[in-house]
């Protein structure tokens, strides 16, 4: 059965309560007489969700203030740079903990995982003598796009669970309806939209000081779109101890605390200045179930922040 889902997502470990419009006029003329028909419809719509050519509608604005914090095990990603595919059946097992918040923001930690007595493969230490298998990765057969100039279909490597990345030449703006399609393997077939989002630009890029909270801003806002921001600490190029990430409408400006950032910036560090854990990203997304698996498909524009002592 093919699943269907026109909304947009909140973000997160993240589902969405977007309304879908799946208004269709299913009125149908059945008289026999003759005379001709010369009304016209004047109705004028006056909602700003996007019309696809299926007659439903995609809910693209997402204005809620609340944080989404959800995470995305399964995702097709759509960027100005490319088009990707990462679909898994679960979260990375590392355990992280919540262990403070402001605003919009939230502080995730982890100690650096420790198993005395080991742990049995596929097991992997995820934490304080915490084993742990990490998810499996799935097919979904070829991959059906609309509205991603460049790009019309992405099917997984021969003989692999890897899928090849695309490139796209444009990025969808936020009145393009982007699509995918599933044919559908060790996930069932679905069905997913969204539409595109204006690329972020930052104006200046900002520096940080210790104690003083983060001002990030923008000139050019995409209204309806959402912001999501993630600052990482570093160990051993696989695992991030210390976590800020924030989510919030897209307003123009995005205030990260000193007291959540610092934790941060003075955490675990091994790899210098690993300014890749550090960015902020305009997206727009719908998620779909596929067989009990969520998967996300999202369009977003993301920069680099340069930031830290390291």
């Known amino acids: 059965m093919l699943l269907l889902l026109l909304a947009c997502r909140h973000d997160t470990t993240r589902a969405d309560t ?16 003759t005379d001709t028909d010369t009304d016209t419809d004047t109705d004028t719509d006056t909602d700003t969700d996007t019309d696809t050519d299926t007659g ?3 809910a693209c ?27 898994l059946d679960g979260p990375l097992p590392w355990v992280l903990e919540e262990t403070a ?5 939230r502080l995730l930690t982890m100690p650096v995982p420790s198993c005395v007595a080991g742990c049995t493969p596929p097991d992997e ?3 304080q003598d915490v084993c742990a298998p990490f998810p499996s990765r799935l097919l979904a057969g070829t991959l059906t796009f609309g509205g991603v100039s460049g790009v019309t279909t992405l099917a997984p490597r021969a003989g692999s669970l890897f899928y090849d990345a695309a490139v796209p030449t444009a990025l969808p703006g ?3 309806v982007v699509t995918v399609s599933a044919e559908g393997d060790d996930l069932p077939p679905f069905a997913a939209a969204t539409c595109g989002v204006a690329p972020l630009q930052l104006d200046p890029l900002p520096s940080w000081s210790e104690g003083v909270d983060l001002v990030l ?12 921001a993630r600052f990482a600490s570093d160990y051993a190029h696989r695992l991030t101890p210390e976590v800020v990430e924030c989510d919030l409408p897209d307003t123009g400006t995005l205030v990260v605390p000193a007291t959540l950032l610092d934790a941060v910036m003075n955490g675990t560090w091994s790899c210098g200045s690993c ?3 550090h960015r902020i990203t305009r997206y727009r997304g719908a998620r779909v179930d596929a067989g009990g698996v969520p998967v996300d498909l999202e369009v977003s524009s993301t920069v680099p922040l340069p930031i830290g002592p390291h």
């Open 275 to 277: 300014i890749l854990y």
């Open 18 to 33: 977007d309304e879908v419009d799946t208004d269709v006029d299913t009125d149908a003329d059945t008289d026999t007489d």
């Open 61 to 87: 604005d997402d204005t809620d203030p609340t944080p989404h914090f959800v995470a995305r095990p399964a995702t097709i990603a759509v960027t100005a740079p490319v088009v990707s595919v990462d679909l």
């Open 56 to 58: 439903a509608t995609v």
């Open 101 to 105: 918040s402001s605003g919009m923001c």
């Open 217 to 228: 801003t923008w000139p050019t806002t995409d209204p309806g779109s959402r912001i999501r």
């Open 125 to 127: 230490c995820v934490g």
């Open 174 to 176: 936020p009145s393009d």
